[in-house]
């Protein structure tokens, strides 16, 4: 399967796209990845002394994956998601300038409402952040 570019996949753009690929898609999961950097907005003001990814952006960054590998596979055309709720998280490890995050989302269910996901970001081999959450559907693309 040929991957489209993020920016085909999702509305975000930068700086808040926190996905830089997709790495594997299927109906059931989505493997992604994004690299932070110095340069990333959020380090100016979150502990500029000692920089680390905010929580909220890792959960963001997992909720963008696993919508952009949702888009990849074309499961629910070209339907907006719209993050709704977010449950059962746990930072384990921070993640700090120079990490690159590997997303591992599931699908756990797909309807015409809406989409709920769990997904664990890791480090190398280190979880350091796990989140489930549901997203709703709205409008398409172009759509009013």
């Known amino acids: 399967m040929a991957f489209k570019n993020i920016e085909d996949l999702l509305p975000h753009r930068p700086p808040f796209l926190y996905v830089d690929k997709l790495d594997e898609v299927s109906d059931k999961h989505v493997v992604g990845t994004r690299k932070y950097t110095n340069e990333d907005y959020f380090f100016m003001g979150h502990f500029p002394d000692y920089p680390v990814v905010p929580g ?16 990849q596979s074309g499961i629910l055309g070209d339907k907006l998601f719209f ?5 059962k998280v746990k930072f384990r490890k921070q993640v700090l300038p120079g990490d690159e995050v590997r997303f591992e989302i599931q699908n756990v269910q ?35």
């Open 56 to 71: 909220v952006v890792l959960v963001e960054s997992m909720a963008q994956c696993g919508g952009a590998g949702v888009a």
């Open 83 to 87: 993050l709704a709720t977010v449950d």
């Open 110 to 144: 797909i309807s015409a409402r809406g989409i709920r996901q769990s997904g664990k970001a890791y480090v190398g081999k280190e979880l350091a952040a796990e989140a489930s959450w549901l997203c709703l559907l709205g409008p398409g693309k172009g759509r009013n």
